[in-house]
């Protein structure tokens, strides 16, 4: 008795997706929608309701409702091509929405399930090449901007730009030196004279110390 009752509810939305075929075949897809949707109120698992709902959205550009009616396909016990082939349109939903990876993500799952599927192929290949491109575009734009921010400048050196040629400079003048060139150069090598006699002296003690045993590594 059940058996009959489930054959039964069945046969009103089978006439309802046959009815929304020929619809949609004429594009007349508000129409369509409207026999798949209550199709669907009849018998809420029917995958051919749901996909080919899935179908007639897209066709009105309602890519995010028709994504969500190819997850109604993915969620029912169908068979392995039908699930691949929710996946693949699903993928085309995703991508009109620029959800690059979504639809990346649903072209791989349509290859599992039918490998021999071209365009799954092809759309799933132009669509890592696309990512890879937008990686690169996006690597390049934060090499530029790395190279184009440059350090704030200095405020003392901000400010002497900023003076007016005419002002004058308040800041002190660095004092000139009142030792002639000869006493420079004598300071000096008495400054070398002394660094040499303290290394000499360094060394001499060096000499007086025991030797440091090797450390055992």
């Known amino acids: 008795m059940m058996l009959v009752s489930a054959m039964i509810q069945a046969q009103p939305a089978d006439a309802l997706i046959r009815k ?11 129409q369509s929608k409207a026999n798949y949707e209550n199709a669907l109120k009849k018998s809420p698992e029917n995958a051919d309701a749901s996909y080919n709902l899935g179908n007639a959205e897209f066709r009105k550009n309602d890519f995010e409702n028709a994504a969500s009616s190819y997850d109604r396909v993915l969620n029912t016990g169908t068979d392995a091509k039908t699930r691949g082939d929710a996946w693949y349109n699903k993928g085309v939903a995703l991508i ?3 959800k690059l990876d979504e639809s990346i993500d649903a072209w791989k799952h349509a290859m599992e399930l039918n490998p021999d599927d071209q365009e799954a192929r092809e759309n799933l290949v132009k669509a890592l090449l696309e990512k890879k491109k937008k990686e690169q575009q996006q690597n390049s734009d934060n090499n530029k901007d790395k190279k184009n921010k440059k350090p704030k400048q ?3 050196d901000q400010q002497q730009k900023e003076q007016p040629k ?3 400079d308040n800041r002190p003048k660095p004092q000139q030196s009142k030792l002639s060139k000869q006493q420079v150069e004598q300071y ?8 040499k006699d ?7 003690n060096k000499t007086h110390t025991p030797d440091q045993p090797e450390k055992d590594w």
């Open 96 to 98: 009109k929405q620029n």
């Open 154 to 156: 200095d405020k003392k």
């Open 20 to 30: 929304g075929n020929r619809d949609y075949k004429a594009q007349q897809y508000d």
């Open 198 to 204: 303290v290394q000499d002296k360094m060394n001499q």
């Open 166 to 168: 005419n002002q004058e």
């Open 188 to 195: 000096l090598r008495s400054l070398i004279q002394r660094e």
